[in-house]
């Protein structure tokens, strides 16, 4: 499970615990930390534990920069033994706990017992003290809520404490370092699916991880009406386990509506390849609205204020709309239809 180094005695060994929110946007954001850390440490080999995800991501294959990632398996006191012996049999040189969505125990206390000789976190955030920073030897305050600091920044932020940096730039072009097989994937999926390459291809994503951020599938099935109606464009519907409900409804009315579409229920590197490829992609807060914003494809999504400073995707040609009240369904239909011409230049080819 762990990787030898026996040949590698030079190799810095790095480890990051996210066991605490390993939802798949969480994960995404956190790419320019790990960036800044293998750019820092060019021969280092970096490991990631994770923790239970909505979506079955290998983020080894979409964050090429980890070297390892492995699950922290807490279902018997069996398996926590054994994992805690492996761990401490890959001698770390440093640790490091994000610590941006929560302050976890569990991730203090698997990067200590990792025996890291670096452990770098947070004393505090938002004024909240971090009653295990005493595990830590390398911390400091936070006050991320204030400075309305982007997710993505956060984690840099984290590893700046041991020289670790990106640009403004650098983390704005962020993108997925896609394999030759999941372009090839990507190539055929589009060619045996969207034949006619003069059509735009654009895709949706109803459902998402929690309720707030869920714009309502009538809004969703409306906004397709309009955008069939246009463009007679080639819609791609893009589904998660939690969201097959959803789903579901949005497919019945699209049925009675007569409107074709396709959808793809894949969440990973060929996914990810697949959205790199169309036009457009229209999608509440959720995990793979962050897939998509760093696959290279325009992304266009749906906020309520109090998430609009902190996860809206920053990378180049992605847009948000925000609600003007804390109900995401106060995003009208005709005001996100105009965005959609807008990011499309109004082309109907």
Known sequence: MFARHNNMQKTIKILIVRQE??????????????????????ESYITMVYGWSHYNVSYKKIIPELDEVIYYDNSSLKSKIKFFKMLRRAKYDIGIVPSTIKISSNSHLINFFSGAKKRAGVRSVDGKTNKLRFLLNIKSDFDWKKQKTHQM????????????DLSKEEIIKTRFKLSDSALSFAEKYIINQFPDKEKLIIGFHPGAGQKVNTWHYNN??????????????????????????ITNRLSDILKEKKINFIICDK????????????SLYITNNTGVMHLASISGTKVLSFFIPSMCYQWPPIT????YIVSPTDNINDIEVNNVFEKVISMTGGNTR
């Open 220 to 245: 969703f099935a409306d906004l397709i009406e309009l955008i069939d109606s246009k463009y007679k464009p080639y819609i791609l519907i893009t589904s998660g386990e939690i969201d097959k409900e």
């Open 153 to 164: 920044e956060r984690g840099l932020e984290v590893v700046r404490q041991i020289g670790c």
């Open 21 to 42: 929110s390993n939802m798949v946007g969480d994960t995404v954001c956190l790419i320019p930390a790990v960036k800044a850390l293998k750019l820092k440490f060019p």
């Open 267 to 278: 969440k990973d590197e060929e996914f990810v390849a697949v959205l790199s490829r169309i």
């Open 316 to 319: 180049e040609g992605c847009e």
